[in-house]
């Protein structure tokens, strides 16, 4: 992101497969110890999802290996390189959770986690995901529909963005400590953006439930933008008159602006968008317009200058 180029991560940073290996023993034996502590068992806290149906907007492609969704990710509140929030995160406490749903909707809300969960049909998701960095997965999501969410919100006329806030806990959060962003990180979309049926709420990934490394209990997923608008670890959701600013267009408005859709043709300030690496492939591939889901998006933009409004 902002702090360096893609070229500057190391393959070292993506952990070998021994070392993960190790360090999953190593958790099972400390989390069989926890149990036997009768103490709240954090390493391993996944759990199998149920009622979840496939959805029609998935990719056939190939998906990226569990293994590598959950050891590569970005999650600044939990170190900036790539190990760090798998190796950090597994303290976070998902439980008791609750998001605020507010501001511009008749029916204002705080859920908690585990109703919200059940209110809405869950579905598997499986989308191509490009980072900003220049790198991609297919990532098999569990998640529902934000519209649902929305419809049942029913927003005022006044209600023309929505702002998504996350966890704001510097004591369970280290790199909350540090400046590297002006905390809570925060994200948000257009109103028709948010309503579009490919964005949703994700849960979980490959069946299971979302591991605090991708954002438990709860993150945004808008697969033709790239990955930084998938806020992690919502708390709020609050629907807004004035486009609401964001973390990263906080620290860099010049190189991450509100859209962010992916656009091979608008390069980063610092690097080209042209192509992408494919976590798990060798060589690059072309990085398609909107992600490769403008059959569906590219009218909710239309009449716009996407250089300006990158
Ligand atoms: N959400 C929070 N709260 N903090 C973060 O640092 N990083 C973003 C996004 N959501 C981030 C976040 C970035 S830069 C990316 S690319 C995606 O999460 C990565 O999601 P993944 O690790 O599940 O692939």
Not at 98 to 116: C, F, M, N, R, Y
Request: charged share 25%; glycine share 6%; net charge positive.
């Amino acid at each position: 992101m902002l702090i360096r180029k893609p070229d500057d991560i190391k393959s070292s940073e993506i952990t070998p497969q021994g070392i993960y290996l190790r360090r999953r023993e190593f958790m099972r034996a400390g989390s069989i110890l926890a149990a036997s502590m009768l103490l709240p068992n954090v390493a391993d806290a996944t759990a199998r999802l149920s009622g979840v149906v496939q959805s029609r907007y998935s990719t056939p492609e190939e998906q990226t290996p569990y293994k590598d969704v959950t050891t590569y990710n970005n999650y600044y509140e939990f170190g900036t390189s790539k190990s760090d929030p798998a190796e950090n995160a597994g303290s976070l406490r998902t439980r008791p959770w609750t998001v605020s749903v507010e501001g511009e909707i008749k029916h204002p809300k705080v859920w908690d986690i585990d109703a919200l969960i059940k209110a809405f049909p869950l579905e598997q998701r499986i989308y191509r995901m490009r980072c900003v960095e220049g790198w991609s997965m297919v990532i098999p999501w569990d998640g529902f529909s934000l519209a649902n969410l929305i419809r049942q919100a029913e927003p005022t006329s006044k209600a023309k963005y929505v702002e998504f806030t996350t966890l704001n806990d510097p004591q369970q959060m280290p790199g909350q400590r540090t400046s590297v962003l002006d905390w809570p990180y925060a994200e948000g979309l257009r109103m028709d953006e948010a309503m579009h049926p490919l964005t949703i709420l994700s849960v979980g990934l490959y069946g299971q439930t979302l591991p605090n490394q991708n954002g438990a209990p709860v993150r945004l997923v808008v697969p033709w933008k790239y990955g930084f608008k998938g806020a992690k670890s919502i708390v709020r959701i609050r629907f807004v008159e004035q486009q609401p600013r964001t973390a990263w267009g906080r620290v860099a408005p010049s190189e991450y602006g509100f859209y962010s859709n992916v656009n091979p043709m608008v390069d980063h300030p610092r690097w080209s968008q042209a192509t992408e690496r494919r976590i798990g492939d060798f060589f690059k591939r072309k990085t398609l317009m909107f992600n490769g889901y403008g059959d569906q998006v590219a009218q909710l933009y239309r009449g716009m200058d996407l250089r300006k409004n990158f």
